[in-house]
């Protein structure tokens, strides 16, 4: 059964201290993998799309990477403004469903 | 608009009692999806509509939950007869097209069930 777990489901860091959430996957023919940030009240929002094992890509203070049997969502020196919670989501085959992870709800105390 | 939106923001209703959930897409945006996130919990897909095929209806989690694409561009997602359990945050996604990968949220429907 294709299946997306995410942890921790949640993670306390002081401001600039730097850690790594994790989103494992197993699924039949991986055609891409998505991470979103989410905002209480508010909708995802889109951040990476990551499509084969060994891609990597940036953005200000996160960096998401993949391997073929999990995605990692690198935070360095975080800020309080990057408290939120994020998600992984996975589409596999030619399904344009997607499965998502439960989300891991990142604080950053000042 | 530049992004998908959704109204209202907010509803409270009464068990047994109708409700009418809106999301306008962006525009061009031919897939739509509805989904449903619980409290602390994943996303719950719900139904998808590409252009004028026959809607994927297979997440709907009972008949009393409907929903309509009119003209290919405003949805609407009903539930009938509401229920406790049906208190939930309700999300509307675009994607460009049917082959398009990256799905774009609106803010979601806060809808409790009194």
């Known amino acids: 059964e294709d299946q997306v777990t995410q942890s921790p489901e949640a993670l306390r860091l002081q401001e600039g201290e730097s850690s790594s959430l994790n989103c494992s996957y197993t699924?039949?023919?991986?055609?891409?993998l998505f991470w979103y940030r989410q905002d209480p009240g508010k909708g995802p929002e889109f951040l990476f799309t990551?499509?084969?094992?060994?891609e990597e890509k940036e953005k200000e203070r996160l960096k998401a990477t993949l391997t073929k049997k999990e995605s990692f969502l690198h935070i360095t020196a975080p800020k309080p403004e990057d408290s939120a919670t994020y998600l992984c989501a996975v589409q596999a085959g030619s399904n344009y469903q997607l499965i998502w992870g439960a989300g891991t709800k990142l604080i950053i105390k000042p | 608009g530049a992004g998908v939106s959704q109204s209202p923001s907010n509803k409270v209703t009464e068990k047994g009692k109708d409700v009418e959930l809106r999301c306008d897409p962006i525009s061009g945006h031919t897939a739509l999806y509805w989904y449903r996130q619980s409290l602390g919990q994943g996303l719950e897909f719900l139904i998808y509509f590409q252009g004028n095929s026959a809607p994927d209806k297979s997440g709907l989690p009972s008949d009393r939950f409907s929903a309509e694409r009119t003209g290919g561009s405003v949805s609407t997602l009903t539930i009938q007869r509401t229920q406790q359990e049906d208190s939930a945050v309700y999300l509307c996604?675009?994607?460009?097209?049917?082959?398009?990968?990256?799905?774009?949220f609106g803010p979601g429907t806060r809808l409790t069930v009194l």
């Open positions: 990551l499509y084969s094992a060994g």
């Open positions: 996604a675009n994607k460009l097209n049917g082959g398009a990968d990256t799905q774009y």
């Open positions: 699924v039949s023919g991986l055609r891409g």
